[in-house]
């Protein structure tokens, strides 16, 4: 999933940072709804992509696995309320 030919990858209209971690999907990626951004510059469209593709169940699970960012306390406490949104923005329940 992703995966572009290098010598085309430029054609792909998305913002560096999602081409290099999303490949071909970047625009995508880059498309979904908008809301609050996490900490350590994990953007909304980022922990939306978490839950709607990766198929996170939980908001601790958005956290831990899918970014990373409840391995540091602060991390998590600054972006709790952002991850609960990303399910909400996904149309989503959390289990």
Do not use: H
Request: glycine residues 10%.
């Amino acid at each position: 999933m992703g995966a572009w030919p290098r010598a085309r990858i430029g054609e792909l209209t998305a913002p560096a940072r999602f081409v290099r971690r999303y490949g071909a999907e970047a625009p995508f990626a880059a498309g979904l709804a908008a809301g609050p951004d996490a900490a350590r510059g994990v953007t909304a469209q980022e922990l939306v992509w978490g839950v709607a593709v990766e198929g996170a169940l939980t908001v601790d699970d958005l956290l831990d696995r899918r970014t990373r960012l409840g391995l540091v306390a602060a991390d998590r406490d600054a972006s709790a309320s952002a991850a609960a949104s990303a399910f909400d923005r996904a149309g989503v329940t959390p289990a």
